[in-house]
């Protein structure tokens, strides 16, 4: 199936001229890996506070990359995943340091293991370390472990859910919202969404590539519903969540399935859809109008779930 192009916000159209289409395997990885860390990047929000801090855990030192907008003490904080098909993407990303800087929060975001170097649960394992160290050390950390949320966009909003999963079964610290921006859940795209082929940004056939090294194989409807979370059979007794996706996106369906099934386990949940919009078409555009209106839907519902 073919998606119709007529369909996405004009805003959106110029920069698919100049970015193709991901094209993803095992064999370029490493080559797209590099052009991605030689693009140009916005600088930071003016005044933010940034360092890096090392966590060890039982299986290995990880990075993690902390910004905040001032030092007041007993501050929200958020355990931020960054995107990137579980295959690419680095922690100190614009999304992380924009959050810190609008909400006025500590954001730590994770510089978690990669595949297919590292497959599932490589990644996860990270960050629920991480999330552990966060909760155990508030008090150095100058944050309220009362008021903690985590998120991601993408793969990292996929890491979210899969860590909201994780700490329900394990810790289960308490969270204030899990926020997934268009995660990443369904190993199948078994969506009506999911059979276009030609995707702007991200298509189907990146997707299956990038699940393939992140899951190390295909196992199908048999993979971990901690790495895809859409495999799930008990979403009850999980954090609040806020959950956008666009209209013409890859994931669209999977992300609105998922929201109906956190609603219907009574789980707090906010969906919003943005009209016209493509796989992370709002960092490629982020001066369009339907941009603006999705990053501050996102935003709010953090502001909300963190007072």
Request: hydrophobic share 40%.
């Amino acid at each position: 199936m073919q998606l119709d192009y007529s369909r996405l916000d004009p805003e959106l159209l110029p920069i698919l001229e100049t970015f193709p289409a991901l094209d993803i395997t095992r064999d370029n990885i490493a080559e797209i890996r590099a052009l991605m860390a030689e693009t140009p990047r916005p600088e930071p929000p003016s005044g933010l506070l940034q360092r890096d801090a090392e966590v060890n855990t039982p299986e290995g030192p990880v990075t993690v990359h902390i910004s905040r907008k001032s030092d007041r003490p007993n501050q929200p904080a958020l355990l931020w995943i960054h995107g990137g098909g579980y295959v690419m993407g680095a922690a100190d990303d614009e999304r992380s340091m924009t959050i810190a800087h609008e909400c006025d929060i500590t954001v730590f975001s994770v510089d978690y293991r990669l595949a297919p170097e590292q497959p599932f649960p490589a990644g996860l394992n990270d960050c629920y370390n991480v999330l552990c160290w966060l909760m155990k050390e508030a008090d150095s950390l100058g944050i309220d472990p009362s008021c903690v949320a985590i998120g991601g966009a993408s793969a990292g909003a996929g890491l979210a859910a899969g860590l909201a999963l994780k700490n329900r079964e394990a810790a289960n610290y308490p969270l204030r919202l899990q926020l997934l921006i268009y995660p990443m859940l369904d190993n199948l795209h078994a969506t009506e969404s999911g059979q276009f082929d030609n995707h702007p940004i991200w298509t189907r056939k990146a997707s299956f590539s990038a699940w393939e090294m992140y899951l190390n194989g295909t196992p199908g409807e048999a993979a971990s519903p901690m790495a895809a979370p859409a495999r799930a059979s008990d979403v009850s007794g999980l954090p609040p969540a806020y959950l956008n996706v666009g209209v013409e996106d890859l994931f669209r369906d999977e992300v609105i399935g998922y929201a109906r099934r956190l609603m219907d386990a009574d789980i707090p949940t906010e969906l919003a859809l943005f009209p016209g919009m493509y796989h992370a078409g709002e960092v490629f555009t982020p001066t369009a109008a339907i941009s603006r209106r999705l990053n501050r839907s996102f935003l709010h519902a953090l502001s909300d779930a963190l007072r």
